[in-house]
């Protein structure tokens, strides 16, 4: 269990209780004393282990979805997430249907199986004998010619919470490919692992827009990738207006307040270093320093939570962070090397040299801010190490979605007032927002 996990039971699991309680009773009437307290055991210890089963867009496409598919040639944009409750691949699910042809795969970053750190290039997946498409690199959208045998394009990918993380492009480019070819887009709904609830950092400036931001929402966003999907078809974000043929497949099970271990679904890590669920809730956060000279982490084992460099004193910079008493956080000092790793890391800041710095160990996650965390250790580094620390623009620009936290945080501007002119973003934002919840 995650540092400050907090176990939850739900009303459904006091009636698992109580239908426990009754089996004992009855078996305390039929057996030894023995066998009675072994089934107590057995019977009690479920209790503890129950959790909810969220049903995926992907699990529900078969048994409550399957008009959407058959007899048409499928197009599927997905990756190694894009499992079922059983484990088996979707598009391994699609090739062995009878009543559907998938005729063409499509992958975002990191590849169909997710083990790859940088250009990808067409290629023929090996279970199945279909033609791989890369959708990173030298094409981040499906061309008319890859669309050309298709009937229907679908969409399963993990996302992970954030404006950054690049599959959210990957759903806006091809929504777009498919409006554009006129054929149908559909959406296989996914959890959003941090919740759906929070929404925070700025909202990005339309002159900023790149493969990691491409449209108007917040860092973080509270919405999965059905709602994004949503959000951008009918706000006429796609290039030029256009407007897909957009279906929805939504889960079943899933709430708002849900951590991604609240689900009932294994973690699958959506990118390589995106490791765990504690990754993925500082990552809003952290991944900002990425615009920096300052190692994120990538090259070590815990990527976004390891920040530091050569010149940092990392028990200083601990000191400083922790006097902000920010909540469900603690700062502790480390010094690691990163490591060139071909899968994850090929070229990490700092490789093979010593690094000092903190390690973000999130103590209570309900009360943790990413965005707020991030800005106060960026703030932090450019105060301590002014002559060191330096920003990788226009990267730094790109990542936050204005320049206004760069500028703000050399001109010495409190991390609190950066915070509050974010904030004042949100509240428009959380307005729109709200149209396009489906949970």
Known sequence: MEAGFRPHVSAKVETCFAR?????????SHFTFCSSLFLLFTLCSSLFTVSAQVKTGADLLFSKSSHLIEGKRVGLVTNHTGLLLDGTHLADALHRNRTTRLVALFGPEHGIRGDVDGELRDTV???????????YGRAYKPSPAMLRDIDLLLFDIQDIGARFYTYVSTLSYSMEAAAEAGIPFVVLDRPNPVRGTAVAGFVLEDSLGSFVGLHRIPIVHGMTVGELALLFNNEG???NGVKARLTVVPMEG????????????PWIAPSPNMKSLSTAIVYPGMCLVEGT??????????PFETIGAPFVNGELFARELNGAHLPGVAFEPIRFTPTADRRT?????HSGVVCSGVFVRV???ESYDAIRAGIFVLSTLRRLYPGDFKWSVPRIDRLAGTRKLREKIDAGVSPEAIMRDADNEIDRFSLLRRKYLLY
Do not use: C
Request: hydrophobic content about 40%; overall charge neutral; charged content about 25%.
């Open 293 to 302: 000279n300052v190692s994120e982490g990538r090259g070590t084992s815990s």
């Open 345 to 349: 890391a090929p070229r990490p800041k």
């Open 20 to 28: 426990h309680v009754s089996q004992i009773m009855v078996a305390f």
């Open 125 to 135: 997946d090996e279970a199945t004998g279909v033609p791989v498409y890369s959708l």
């Open 237 to 239: 974000w796609l290039a």
């Open 363 to 365: 103590v209570d996650r």
């Open 254 to 265: 899933w709430k708002r307040t849900m951590w991604y271990d609240e689900t009932g679904l």
